[in-house]
């Protein structure tokens, strides 16, 4: 298994334009063996090499109720992400307690 950078693959896949009488202009139509090499074509997501293994830096104290990743410091809010059962980063990926 390997990460894939989904903006990435987004991008590599033909734009279709359809109206509302479902005229399809530029459509082209990818065949199964298309689309595996387009996910094969997709660049991985290289991961911080040095990452381990951390704990969340925990704000809910002093300001609100964030906690923030200490490899990538992205953060993010308790209450709306339920990020009590995340055990790794959502931004980087690293794994955290």
Not at 28 to 33: K, T
Not at 65 to 93: Q, R
Request: with cysteine; hydrophobic share 30%.
């Amino acid at each position: 298994m390997r990460l894939i950078d989904a903006d990435a693959l987004k991008k590599a896949i033909p734009n279709t334009h359809v109206d509302i009488f479902e005229n399809c202009r530029n459509c082209r139509l990818l065949d199964d063996e298309q689309v595996k090499q387009l996910i094969d074509d997709t660049p991985t997501i290289e991961l911080l090499k040095e990452q381990g293994k951390g704990k969340w830096i925990d704000h809910t104290f002093a300001h609100g109720d964030d906690i923030e990743c200490p490899f990538c410091h992205k953060k993010w809010s308790v209450i709306d992400n339920c990020t009590e059962t995340f055990d790794y980063c959502p931004g980087c990926g690293a794994k955290l307690t």
